[in-house]
């Protein structure tokens, strides 16, 4: 939840501490702020317009701390979310205001957001993440390398890309981060992913303090309030069965708009009546993805660890050579190589392998020839299913 106005800021994240159930204030920045234009916010401001966001480099020190007062504390943590691959500004105005807690990564907050060199961004976000350790006592960092591209990305890339991050973190001097997972297309993978997470993190990242944070799809939303509403509700069963510490909740308008405060907070009220009830059991399945998703990621992260002992270098030489390499990201520093697939399960699956460090059995040839229709109906196919089917 972003606003450009502050009184609109103040409203929204007052709205949201006010609920009777634990919640986290959200303060997402605009799109000028994103790529470094300070100035033209508050000249959109200043003729009526509204912001997909809260300028905050624009306002002023004294005018954020105000919008916060009362409200920011031990009880109601906020998080500002910025999406920008150049964040040592905005990690400065978070400090002068007060606030400690952020997201992103040099890899996350790069490829698919921005066209700036991996390299830059790397650069950056090591003396960021410097700066936000050293100037904090509990500077914390959400890896976003869990949700890259929202969609259509295997489990096993989403899982090695945010311990990556956490270990790149942690080399530059921060102690608490947290580690995110995107929603895939099938509950049983899912929940073996967030289990092959927790193990993953625990081996590489066991002298911090970390948690997961599981997001609602981040693909196509549902197309009707029904629809979007049994999605919010399962992945607020997903994330309760798998121990998840934090949760984002998209909203029943994802698919057509903004949300407005209410919407936001129905879609939290949604997700915390589901959250509270019986938890759904797991299956066999989700031992077998457990295995699968956890060595194919242990795979790609020692292959990456291996590289240099410098783990921002370690990753830009990855991406060079193709060891790590995002299906469907057009970003000019990934190879481009991979593909991913949805199987008969309705899993994701990897398709053509590229240069991974897999093993052939990883790989679907028989699936990874994807014509427009194809890759159309896999950006659809959470949406569909959701829209196709009867309420109970």
Same mark, same amino acid.
């Given at each position: 939840?972003?606003?450009?106005?502050?009184?609109?800021m103040?409203?929204?994240?007052?709205?949201?501490? !006010?609920?009777?159930?634990?919640?986290?204030?959200t303060?997402?920045?605009?799109?000028?702020?994103?790529?470094?234009?300070?100035?033209?916010?508050? =000249?959109?401001? /200043?003729?009526?317009?509204?912001?997909?966001?809260?300028?905050?480099?624009? !306002?002023?020190? %004294?005018?954020?701390?105000?919008?916060?007062?009362?409200?920011?504390?031990?009880?109601?943590?906020?998080?500002?979310? !910025?999406?920008?691959?150049?964040?040592?500004?905005v990690?400065?105005?978070?400090?002068?205001?007060?606030?400690?807690?952020t997201?992103?990564?040099?890899?996350?907050?790069?490829?698919?957001?921005s066209?700036?060199?991996?390299?830059?961004?790397? =650069?950056?976000?090591?003396e960021?993440t410097?700066?936000?350790?050293g =100037?904090?006592?509990?500077?914390?960092?959400?890896?976003?390398?869990?949700?890259?591209?929202?969609?259509? #990305?295997?489990p096993?890339l989403l899982?090695?890309?945010?311990? *990556?991050?956490?270990?790149?973190?942690?080399?530059?001097?921060?102690?608490?981060?947290?580690?995110?997972?995107?929603?895939?297309? *099938?509950?049983?993978? @899912?929940?073996g992913?967030?289990?092959? +997470?927790?193990?993953?993190?625990?081996?590489y990242?066991?002298?911090?303090?970390?948690?997961?944070?599981?997001?609602?799809?981040?693909?196509?939303?549902?197309?009707?309030?029904?629809?979007?509403?049994?999605?919010?509700?399962?992945?607020?069963?997903?994330?309760?069965?798998?121990? #998840?510490?934090?949760? &984002?909740?998209?909203?029943?308008?994802?698919?057509?708009?903004? $949300?407005?405060v209410? =919407?936001?907070?129905?879609?939290?009220? &949604?997700?915390?009546?589901?959250?509270?009830? $019986?938890? @759904?059991?797991?299956? $066999?399945?989700?031992a %077998?993805?457990?295995?699968?998703?956890?060595?194919?990621?242990r &795979? +790609? &992260?020692?292959?990456? *660890?291996?590289? @240099?002992?410098?783990?921002?270098? /370690?990753?830009?030489?990855?991406?060079?050579?193709?060891?790590?390499?995002?299906?469907?990201?057009? !970003?000019?520093?990934?190879?481009?190589?991979?593909?991913?697939?949805?199987? %008969?399960?309705g899993? +994701?699956?990897?398709?053509?392998?590229g240069?991974?460090?897999?093993?052939?059995?990883?790989?679907?040839?028989?699936?990874?020839? +994807?014509g427009?229709?194809?890759?159309?109906g896999?950006?659809?196919?959470?949406?569909?299913?959701?829209?196709?089917?009867l309420?109970?």
């Amino acid at each position: 939840m972003g606003f450009g106005s502050l009184a609109a800021m103040r409203a929204g994240l007052a709205r949201v501490a !006010h609920l009777d159930f634990p919640v986290i204030g959200t303060i997402t920045l605009d799109s000028y702020t994103r790529v470094g234009d300070y100035r033209t916010p508050l =000249e959109r401001l /200043a003729v009526g317009e509204e912001l997909n966001g809260y300028p905050l480099v624009s !306002h002023s020190v %004294e005018d954020t701390k105000k919008v916060l007062n009362g409200l920011y504390g031990p009880t109601f943590p906020v998080q500002a979310r !910025h999406g920008t691959a150049l964040p040592l500004r905005v990690f400065q105005r978070l400090v002068e205001v007060g606030l400690d807690a952020t997201e992103g990564g040099p890899v996350s907050y790069c490829l698919p957001y921005s066209r700036l060199p991996l390299r830059d961004a790397v =650069e950056a976000w090591s003396e960021s993440t410097r700066f936000l350790a050293g =100037e904090t006592e509990f500077g914390h960092i959400e890896s976003f390398g869990g949700c890259m591209l929202g969609q259509l #990305c295997p489990p096993s890339l989403l899982v090695a890309l945010a311990v *990556l991050e956490g270990c790149f973190f942690r080399q530059h001097g921060l102690r608490y981060m947290s580690l995110s997972y995107a929603q895939g297309t *099938l509950a049983e993978q @899912d929940r073996g992913a967030l289990r092959a +997470l927790r193990t993953l993190a625990a081996a590489y990242l066991g002298d911090v303090t970390w948690h997961v944070v599981f997001y609602t799809y981040m693909g196509l939303f549902p197309r009707t309030a029904d629809g979007a509403t049994r999605l919010i509700r399962d992945s607020a069963r997903l994330a309760m069965a798998t121990g #998840c510490e934090r949760m &984002i909740v998209k909203t029943v308008s994802e698919a057509w708009q903004i $949300p407005s405060v209410a =919407e936001n907070v129905a879609a939290l009220r &949604i997700a915390a009546e589901e959250a509270a009830g $019986p938890l @759904d059991p797991a299956s $066999p399945a989700e031992a %077998e993805y457990f295995t699968e998703v956890h060595d194919e990621a242990r &795979i +790609l &992260i020692d292959a990456v *660890l291996d590289l @240099d002992a410098d783990v921002g270098q /370690a990753l830009l030489k990855a991406f060079a050579t193709g060891l790590l390499d995002v299906p469907f990201c057009l !970003h000019t520093d990934n190879l481009g190589a991979t593909t991913c697939v949805i199987d %008969e399960q309705g899993a +994701l699956r990897w398709g053509s392998l590229g240069r991974l460090p897999l093993p052939a059995t990883a790989g679907r040839d028989d699936l990874a020839r +994807l014509g427009s229709d194809q890759l159309y109906g896999m950006l659809d196919h959470v949406a569909n299913s959701y829209d196709s089917r009867l309420v109970p």
